[in-house]
């Protein structure tokens, strides 16, 4: 028997305004393709369990919602898209931006059958990073005030860097912006990506 969680339902509800039916549609989908699916929240986000195992999850952010399947690529053939954000399917902004019923249905199923198989998921391959955007000013500053985050900086892939870039830069305000800043340096100075919390789990 399916079982919904409270608190994803909150989770939905908190959300910025365009990710909402987003998360609706996409809960909804789960559901219809899986319907002994569990869900919760691991990482502060959803996510949809299948025999024990994690299927798929789902998170929103201020501009754009994600969504993966566990198996990533042994799901859903590579998608160009899914180098622009976590999961699958890229930044996913619109329902238009989602695969249609029957192709989703064909994932999730997919996805299902390789853990009804025992199969792990593959580490996860990168082609050719992106390069990383030009640090802002104030970011130079902070790292040339601290040597272990300006090493850690420095030692990461175009990837990872950009995270942090775009974190700070896509700050509304100068508050938001400052505290990120002093969060991007405590982390970098401990030698964390800024997606750590997200890693090993």
């Not at 198989?117 to 790292?143: H, I, N």
């Not at 509304?172 to 800024?194: C, N, V, Y």
Request: glycine share 6%; with cysteine; proline share 7%.
């Amino acid at each position: 028997m399916a079982s919904r969680d409270a608190r994803i339902d909150a989770y939905i509800a908190k959300s910025a305004e365009f990710a909402r039916p987003i998360l609706t549609h996409l809960r909804g989908a789960v559901h219809a393709a899986c319907p002994q699916v569990e869900e919760t929240l691991k990482w502060n986000a959803p996510v949809f369990m299948y025999g024990g195992k994690i299927l798929c999850s789902m998170a929103a952010f201020k501009q754009h919602a994600a969504f993966g399947f566990w198996q990533g690529a042994q799901v859903v053939e590579h998608d160009p898209r899914a180098a622009e954000a976590m999961g699958q399917f890229g930044r996913i902004t619109k329902l238009a931006d989602l695969p249609g019923k029957a192709e989703f249905t064909r994932y999730a199923r997919r996805a299902m059958k390789l853990i009804d198989e025992g199969v792990k998921p593959l580490p996860t391959k990168t082609g050719k990073p992106k390069p990383s955007p030009a640090p802002p000013a104030d970011l130079v500053a902070a790292l040339k005030k601290n040597n272990q985050a300006q090493a850690t900086f420095d030692a990461f892939p175009p990837s990872h860097r950009r995270e942090y870039v775009e974190w700070i830069t896509e700050a509304k305000r100068d508050e938001t912006r400052q505290k990120r800043l002093a969060q991007a340096i405590e982390w970098l100075s401990e030698g964390k990506p800024r997606n750590w919390k997200y890693m090993n789990c």
